[in-house]
Nanobody
Framework: QVQLVESGGGLVQAGDSLRLSCAAS????????MGWFRRAPGKEREFVSG????????DYADSVKGRFTISSDITKNTVFLQMNSLKPEDTAVYYC??????????????????WGQGTQVTVSS
């Protein structure tokens, strides 16, 4: 069992930056592929960014490419999502997720096994 705890959300203005953190309860990096998803009010949960189990590949949703960066710190068993140039449409609950048994950065929600409780990001215009 893997527990994931997100932090770093908050209320910011358009153009600001935030860094989300996802701390895992056990060693996940170098074993699990990791991802960030978000759910905006009234919308389905959507893929934001993913990282392969070895950190060698990453992927991003078109809507965040060039603005968001996923990274990890193996020593702290933590995955980060650096979000720059935030827009009001980035407002959502952001979730960290982990899965195993797939190569590359995984974009499909159903392939993830473990999920965090989410952290709210609100971007005002």
């Amino acid at each position: 069992q893997v527990q994931l705890v997100e932090s770093g959300g908050g209320l910011v203005q358009a153009g600001d930056s935030l860094r989300l953190s996802c701390a895992a309860s056990r060693r996940t990096l170098s074993t699990y592929f990791m991802g960030w998803f978000r759910r905006a009010p009234g919308k389905e949960r959507e893929f934001v960014s993913g990282m392969s189990w070895d950190g060698g590949s990453t992927d991003y949703a078109d809507s965040v490419k060039g603005r968001f960066t996923i990274s990890s710190d193996i020593t702290k068993n933590t995955v980060f999502l650096q979000m720059n140039s935030l827009k009001p449409e980035d407002t959502a609950v952001y979730y960290c997720a982990a899965g195993v048994g797939r190569r590359g950065a995984v974009t499909i929600t159903d392939w993830y096994t473990y999920w965090g409780q989410g952290t709210q990001v609100t971007v005002s215009s």
